[in-house]
């Protein structure tokens, strides 16, 4: 059965570093892959969604993220981090009935 | 977001009495899922539903129902709250298109307390 892992359940960054959030799924090509963001005591948005076509996808507030097969790996990034990114993501794979299958998230901190 | 909503936003309640939640979507669509959120533990599936009186349980679903009797309200009901129920509640509706999937759209959250 499909899992998503995302590797560190914190990660720290400086203002105006690179941000990178790591996603990997198990098995087969998902039919989808996405990343949600998380604000506090929001309930989630979707921030960028790959299905077939350009690996590189482009989401909202700069970030974006790139699937790599022969990585089974879709990791989010941000050129330069902003006090406003801090949040939790969510990794997301659909399965072949559309039903989502999430990782356990990543809570982005931002250091001034 | 726009098109679902979910109510009460916060609810204090005590053990072993009944809570229902609620979510309602003005956009007519097929599929509606209620999560829990826990720290560590990232988004839980409770239930699903995929039309009006049909609905499937997902990994969590002991000590919750759900119903559907409308397209546009999905309630989730804790029969007998427990403390290990104090969560944060979250509806989602699956929104597609032609044989492709948008994505999910999910709701503010219900924080649920259970005393």
């Known amino acids: 059965a499909q899992s998503v892992t995302q590797l560190g359940s914190h990660v720290s960054v400086s203002e105006g570093a690179l941000v990178l959030l790591r996603c990997n799924y198990s098995?087969?090509?998902?039919?989808?892959l996405f990343w949600y963001v998380q604000y506090p005591n929001q309930g989630l948005q979707l921030l960028l969604k790959?299905?077939?076509?350009a690996t590189l996808v482009k989401g909202i507030n700069g970030f974006e993220a790139e699937f790599k097969k022969s990585e089974t790996s879709f990791h989010l990034t941000k050129p330069s981090a902003h006090m406003s990114d801090a949040a939790e993501y969510f990794c997301?794979?659909?399965?072949?009935?559309?039903?989502?299958?999430w990782g356990a998230g990543t809570k982005l901190i931002i250091k001034p | 977001d726009a098109g679902i909503t979910q109510s009460p936003r916060h609810k204090v309640t005590e053990t072993g009495t009944p809570v229902t939640l609620r979510c309602h979507q003005t956009?007519?669509?097929?599929?509606m899922y209620w999560y829990r959120q826990d720290p560590g533990h990232g988004l839980r599936l409770i239930h699903y539903s995929y039309g009006v009186k049909d609905t499937d349980k997902g990994e969590v679903s002991d000590g919750y129902s759900v119903s559907r009797s409308k397209t546009e309200d999905f309630l989730l009901t804790l029969e007998s709250a427990t403390s290990s129920q104090t969560s944060v509640y979250f509806c989602?509706?699956?929104?597609?298109?032609?044989?492709?999937?948008?994505?999910?759209?999910f709701g503010s959250g219900t924080r649920l307390t259970v005393v």
């Open positions: 790959y299905t077939t076509g």
């Open positions: 989602a509706i699956r929104k597609m298109g032609q044989r492709s999937l948008y994505g999910y759209t």
């Open positions: 997301a794979v659909s399965d072949s009935n559309y039903q989502l299958i």
């Open positions: 956009e007519n669509h097929r599929y």
């Open positions: 098995s087969s090509v998902p039919p989808y």
